[in-house]
């Protein structure tokens, strides 16, 4: 039967077909008033996505890249700063910061957990200069809770800065990173915004600029300092990844007509729209009888599922490609084989959804042998979430006070 | 929510990515070697799909155009022609050789059936001198029984060409063009090659060569003898539809694909790709409660299906359209309002179909008040003939008798 391949993987994710085409078509010089126009114009839309008054920048990297950066133009060498880790991710936060000689405090949840405030505020301490976190952990399908987290930070009376990796966390997470107190915020291209990798951007609160001033670490392609005097111009220190960025345009565009022609109200829609794919998501796994893996604080980014009991979670990959062509992701490092990951970032919608969910009932009838199963007991809990979520919306619709009146 | 375009129309059908890409690549002059190279290749990759040793002929038009050519090459004025019709696309016919002033006796079956055999018996005479008819009727989601009727034809000493309309037929249901007896056969791009409009193509056989060599009536465009003279030197005679001929290239090197390299091998799984499709589909419709409009010969490339009594189908077209950006088709003329039809044709796998019956069940709960309508139910039916259809290829997989001998 023809399979066309679906990626339901937490980056890449699926391309949208005008970024695409913008993509083929940017056939344009980076030291051209038109590149300029259109790094402006992006440059705008991404403080809009965001959702900050900040200035925020693109860098030509991966998301790792931006993490490199926050860590090497903020920190210094024997700084104090305290890693909050509850997965591969903020693992890498852990080796980025000790990469560039800080003085790691760590506080860690088990993997398919998220933090504890508590544990958090009693690690913090009075010369802790930098907070590292994500707001999304897809390697565990947690959330973390940011708001909470700069909460505490501001009534610690702490000066330390909330770096905070939203790579997969931006587009599927209300994230109010200036309300909140967040200074810095990453985000990367393969992620929310539909396009491939090897874009990263991310933003700096005042305080994080004031940081960078005193910051002793040897930089050179990320110094973010010198890219910001350069996108006030239009244009990037180094040769910026063109095609990618006019992908970019295209695809922030798309989330605006999402929202109206409003991008911020389309962001909100695209978080809304995560949070319905995963909420079926969900409960189409627990009518299966499966346990999702982080029940607590589950993360609208990618839903992370248990096998059954005795059987390797490779098993239901490696059966949902090559049955199906659905690309879903194992476990990382030490959760591979006892995991599987099924995302919900960007561009997925309720038919991808729904096919997913008919596609994992065929594996577990074929190959889990769960107790009571039958065909369409999971698709039937989905159905039923997004018919309840779709409900409201229509009597939200009530004549506008305006038009009554007129 | 997000609401990604899906069409599920008899055509267009969904456009094939590699396509897509070709199409865009296709930047050539047709009067040059590079374009001969191509039009000769995809001229022989056509015979293997079509499935016929005679030649196969490209046309820049629609599959109307490839219709008219069959009726101004191959018939005169006053010739006495039997046209079997069941739909809209039987009434072409009628219009058509009409149109060429041929003499036409009908034999027509009531939308949703197909045509009996011993009615075309009847209506044969001596002085025959072509039967027109659709391989698949896709107005009604009927298929025709063209063996039968190539059987009948041979059986009766008749001398009559048989004139087969393929454009939905072709690589959605069984067609032995040779083998049975069709002396034309005709097919469209937007259908089971995945391309967008624009082409259409034919064949014809020893015989209906010889017919086009005593036809009278005026043609110019459709001029198939000279369309024949220039294929062999691989050129068309009038400008052809380039990107459109390309993008059929790459589509027909994805076909063979899905038959191992092999593209008769594709097209036949072609073929049961779409049978699969319509057979979950018809399950889940009837497991909803709703009828199918053809029950007794339905069609791989569509199904059709009546609404609840008192429920324009419309309404089950709007909501699908704006709900989900489903694109179904209504019935068309008369049988708007009374009928909906979801294709199969081309390229739509096993997670496509689940996706529209997942809609078909929304807009079921939300406006059509079906008596005993659970969520799932429909799904179920589904994925039960899927489980079905799919498990035989596994035990198919019997050791190779060569193989084990080694």
């Given at each position: 039967?023809?399979?066309?391949?679906?990626?339901?993987?937490?980056?890449?994710?699926?391309?949208?077909?005008?970024?695409?085409?913008?993509?083929?078509?940017?056939?344009?010089?980076?030291?051209?008033?038109?590149?300029?126009a259109?790094?402006?114009?992006?440059l705008?839309?991404?403080?809009?996505?965001?959702?900050?008054?900040?200035?925020?920048?693109?860098l030509?990297?991966?998301?790792?890249?931006?993490?490199?950066?926050?860590?090497s133009?903020?920190?210094?060498?024997?700084?104090?700063?305290?890693?909050?880790?509850?997965?591969?991710?903020?693992?890498?936060?852990?080796?980025?910061?000790?990469?560039?000689?800080c003085?790691?405090?760590?506080?860690?949840a088990?993997?398919g957990?998220t933090?504890?405030?508590?544990?958090?505020?009693k690690?913090l301490?009075?010369?802790?200069?930098?907070?590292?976190v994500?707001?999304?952990?897809?390697?565990?399908?947690?959330?973390?809770?940011?708001?909470?987290?700069?909460?505490?930070?501001?009534?610690?009376?702490?000066?330390?800065?909330?770096?905070?990796?939203?790579?997969?966390?931006l587009?599927?997470?209300?994230?109010?990173?200036d309300?909140?107190?967040?200074?810095?915020?990453?985000?990367?291209?393969?992620?929310a915004?539909?396009i491939?990798?090897?874009?990263?951007?991310?933003?700096l609160?005042?305080?994080?600029?004031?940081?960078?001033?005193?910051s002793?670490?040897?930089?050179y392609?990320?110094?973010l300092k010198?890219?910001?005097?350069?996108?006030?111009?239009g244009?990037s220190s180094?040769?910026?990844?063109?095609?990618?960025?006019?992908?970019?345009?295209?695809?922030?565009?798309?989330?605006?007509?999402?929202?109206?022609?409003?991008?911020?109200?389309?962001?909100?829609?695209?978080?809304?729209?995560a949070?319905t794919?995963?909420?079926?998501?969900?409960?189409?796994?627990?009518?299966?009888?499966?346990?999702?893996f982080a029940?607590?604080?589950?993360?609208?980014?990618?839903?992370?599922?248990?096998?059954?009991?005795?059987?390797?979670?490779?098993?239901?990959?490696k059966?949902?490609?090559?049955?199906?062509?659905?690309?879903?992701?194992?476990?990382?490092?030490?959760?591979?084989?006892?995991?599987?990951?099924?995302?919900?970032?960007?561009?997925f919608?309720?038919?991808?959804?729904?096919?997913?969910?008919g596609?994992l009932?065929?594996?577990?009838?074929?190959?889990?042998?769960?107790?009571?199963?039958?065909?369409?007991?999971?698709l039937?809990?989905?159905?039923?979430?997004?018919?309840?979520?779709?409900a409201p919306?229509?009597?939200?619709?009530?004549?506008?006070?305006e038009?009554?009146?007129?």
């Amino acid at each position: 039967m023809i399979r066309k391949t679906r990626l339901f993987t937490p980056g890449p994710t699926p391309l949208l077909p005008a970024a695409q085409f913008a993509m083929a078509a940017a056939d344009i010089h980076h030291r051209t008033p038109e590149f300029r126009a259109l790094y402006e114009r992006v440059l705008g839309q991404l403080k809009t996505f965001v959702g900050t008054k900040n200035d925020v920048l693109l860098l030509a990297s991966s998301g790792t890249g931006a993490m490199e950066a926050a860590v090497s133009n903020l920190t210094s060498p024997g700084d104090r700063v305290l890693v909050l880790s509850a997965g591969k991710f903020g693992e890498r936060w852990e080796a980025l910061t000790k990469a560039f000689g800080c003085q790691v405090d760590l506080v860690s949840a088990p993997y398919g957990e998220t933090l504890a405030p508590s544990e958090v505020k009693k690690a913090l301490r009075p010369e802790t200069k930098a907070v590292f976190v994500q707001a999304t952990e897809s390697s565990t399908g947690v959330r973390h809770d940011i708001q909470g987290i700069g909460r505490l930070l501001g009534e610690s009376g702490s000066e330390a800065l909330l770096i905070v990796d939203g790579i997969t966390g931006l587009g599927t997470t209300k994230l109010d990173v200036d309300g909140w107190g967040v200074d810095v915020i990453i985000g990367g291209s393969q992620k929310a915004v539909m396009i491939p990798p090897g874009l990263a951007y991310l933003s700096l609160s005042e305080r994080a600029w004031k940081a960078a001033e005193t910051s002793k670490n040897p930089r050179y392609y990320f110094d973010l300092k010198k890219e910001l005097k350069n996108a006030k111009k239009g244009e990037s220190s180094y040769t910026p990844a063109v095609a990618l960025i006019a992908a970019l345009g295209a695809a922030l565009d798309y989330i605006a007509v999402q929202g109206g022609g409003d991008l911020a109200a389309g962001r909100d829609a695209l978080v809304e729209n995560a949070e319905t794919c995963a909420a079926m998501t969900r409960a189409a796994v627990e009518a299966l009888g499966l346990k999702l893996f982080a029940p607590s604080a589950p993360s609208a980014a990618a839903t992370a599922v248990l096998p059954p009991a005795g059987v390797d979670s490779g098993v239901i990959v490696k059966e949902l490609k090559s049955r199906f062509a659905a690309i879903v992701t194992n476990g990382q490092g030490e959760m591979k084989g006892r995991i599987f990951r099924i995302a919900h970032i960007g561009l997925f919608d309720y038919m991808d959804t729904i096919a997913i969910i008919g596609a994992l009932e065929q594996v577990a009838a074929a190959n889990l042998n769960l107790p009571g199963f039958a065909f369409g007991q999971a698709l039937a809990a989905a159905q039923q979430v997004f018919a309840e979520r779709s409900a409201p919306a229509k009597t939200e619709k009530a004549p506008e006070p305006e038009l009554a009146k007129a």
